[in-house]
């Protein structure tokens, strides 16, 4: 029995270090398609625009833009890249907005998120 | 000696590992990269020789706005073969100037068809507006 425990051990603790649980929003966001695509470790921070406009870091809804600029200016040094999951029926001016605040709180690198399974899987640099 | 009963102990293990083994999610997000310009007032970046697609709002009941593309109207059909098109010297920056109310979608869309036909910069045009 004992070599078998000794395994089950390991990858219990290999899957507690590796894991990264998905956090979803409160509201439901449908991304649109793209073909071109990067693929972005599955990482904390990520920034969902529903087609209202509510938005929400993760599971943080944010009341305003305000409150968006100061989440982000305090976890700054944790968001290597902020990746924005709009809704696809989402207005351009909520993400343009969002992508400003972001800028202002000091974010240089963002992602537009789409489609998981879409697209044709052609990667541009 | 009594011996130490290791049976729930395994069974609470082998509980963990089925918990982690199915929450866990290796497969990255896919997106788009997008690298902003620093900090500080929005340049005016538009030079004669850009691309520049200016977007009006859609009409009510349409999800797509009406494009026009140095002056012409463009179709989405005919975007990509126009993008493609264009000299390398207008391939250096594609100007989109939408209205706030054009779906996401359609700036998504855009954005794919200038990559694959190797756009290098994307800028986005809007009016100016006191605060946000």
């Given at each position: 029995m004992a070599p078998m425990i000794d395994c089950v051990f390991l990858l219990l603790i290999f899957f507690m270090v590796a894991s990264q649980t998905r956090v979803p929003p409160r509201f439901p966001v449908e991304l649109p398609d793209s073909l071109t695509r990067h693929a972005f470790p599955m990482k904390r921070f990520n920034l969902y625009i529903?087609?209202?406009g509510l938005m929400s870091v993760d599971d943080n809804m944010m009341n305003g833009y305000d409150d968006l600029e100061i989440f982000l200016a305090k976890n700054k040094k944790?968001?290597?890249t902020l990746i924005i999951k709009a809704d696809r029926l989402a207005l351009h001016g909520y993400v343009i907005d969002a992508m400003e605040r972001a800028k202002r709180a000091g974010i240089e690198e963002l992602a537009i998120g789409v489609k998981e399974g879409g697209g044709t899987g052609i990667s541009v640099d | 000696m009594?011996?130490?009963?290791?049976?729930?102990?395994?069974?609470?293990?082998?509980?963990?590992?089925?918990f982690f083994m199915v929450a866990t999610s290796f497969a990255p997000i896919p997106g788009i990269r997008v690298k902003l310009p620093p900090p500080g007032l929005p340049q005016s970046a538009s030079k004669p020789e850009n691309l520049v697609l200016r977007i009006s709002d859609p009409e009510p009941g349409t999800s797509?706005?009406?494009m026009v593309l140095n002056d012409n109207v463009i179709s989405m059909?005919?975007?990509?073969?126009?993008?493609?098109?264009a000299t390398l010297k207008q391939k250096d920056m594609l100007i989109i100037q939408s209205g706030r109310?054009?779906?996401?979608e359609q700036i998504v869309t855009i954005m794919d068809l200038a990559k694959r036909a190797d756009i290098k910069k994307i800028g986005f045009a809007m009016v100016a507006r006191e605060s946000i």
């Open positions: 529903g087609r209202e944790n968001i290597e | 009594p011996q130490l009963n290791m049976t729930p102990l395994i069974d609470c293990v082998f509980l963990l590992l089925i797509v706005g009406v059909d005919r975007l990509l073969s126009a993008f493609q098109g109310s054009v779906y996401h």
